[in-house]
């Protein structure tokens, strides 16, 4: 099914769909189902999306080795890479968005020179430490600590459901600084070998199977006072701006999903099985099937592709983040449901992709704000457009 290219892209946008798109295709494609099994990242193959494929840095600028492209590059390759395995795009997201783009975006120059690179070129593998056992949601509500000791942080807690968590050498943490005041959150620089710091439980999960989620441990980790990111207290800012390219991500990866659950299930009605001496796609209910499924992805996709034209690190845009992030992760869903629909008996088997496109794109209702933390948001910011 053609990509239907919006809203005009640039040269540098259509390059990069055409690389991504044939990335997808050659090298992710091929090691899904095994991954997928085996429940364990393709490690190797992160690393070479920077050494070799030079897919890190999307969007920071070129003077500091990035591609200095914007918030619609990082939803192509999203979009592109989730339509082959959302579940190792999960762990790419994590490194890029969650980690390369956060750091850039928040960091004094220091920090940016140091860890960077190593970054970019797949050296270190990263990720990004928010949520906790008993703060998801309520973000605001983080019991983690970090306490100025001199010229150091003494950095306490759990963190929860950290992707890339087992393989990540360094980590932005977002702490408590301030106790008792629920606005006072700082960011550090954490690297995985220092003493303190230890992995906990690696969750089993429904699906982005191949994709590490673990809980990570800091116990009386001594951090420089120079890896706090930005100013003392003032993480709020950046964690949130941050949220944003990840939910328009987070969005583009169910994008990526329902083309695929698309194709799958055209190409099966249409050429593959046959029922009452007639193709699938001859009867109604399953033409509606796909036609809703259709519409639905090409509204989703206009709206994250228009989304991604407001998103930049300047300024706030989380109404249409949220919107964008709603509306294409229930499309995923309901795609990828009526993918297996089509499919019948074979759909519910791992035989076929559709099972696993189901399973994967219920994460994405649930990671970076869960659908009902995005409705919560829409409304807030709908009723301060009226104050
Ligand atoms: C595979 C995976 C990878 C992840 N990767 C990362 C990562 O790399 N880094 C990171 O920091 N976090 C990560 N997360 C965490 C993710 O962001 C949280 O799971 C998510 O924010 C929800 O938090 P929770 O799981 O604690 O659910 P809870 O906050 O406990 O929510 C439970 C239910 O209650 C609802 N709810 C809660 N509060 C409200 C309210 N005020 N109004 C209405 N409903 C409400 C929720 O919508 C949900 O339905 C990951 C999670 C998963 C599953």
Redo the contacts with the bound molecule.
Sequence with gaps: MSTFDLFNPTDDHKALRELTHDLAKGVIEPQVKEFDEKETLNEALLRRMGSEYNLFGITIPAEAGGHGLDATASVIVHEELSYSDAAFT?SYL?HEV?FVNNLYHAAQQPLRDKYIPPVLDGTAIA?????????????LGMTTTAEKKGDKYILNGV???????NVGRYFLV?ARTEKGNRQALSSFLVESTWKGFSVGKK?I?MG?RQ?P?CQLIFEDVEVPADNLIGAEHGALTHMMRNLEIERLTLAAMSIGIARRALDEMIRYASLDRSAFGKKLADFGQIQQLIAESYSRYRASRALVYETALRVNPNSRESLSAAAAKLSATQMAEYVARAAIQVFGGYGYTREYPVEKLLRDAI?LS????????M??NIMKDLRDTIS
């Design positions: 999960l994590a969650l990720g990004m430490a928010m949520s906790e056992p008993g703060a998801g949601t309520d973000v963190k929860q459901w950290i992707t890339n968590g977002y969750e999960k982005i994709s989620t994460l649930i990671g970076g704000g869960t659908n009902e933390a409705q919560k």
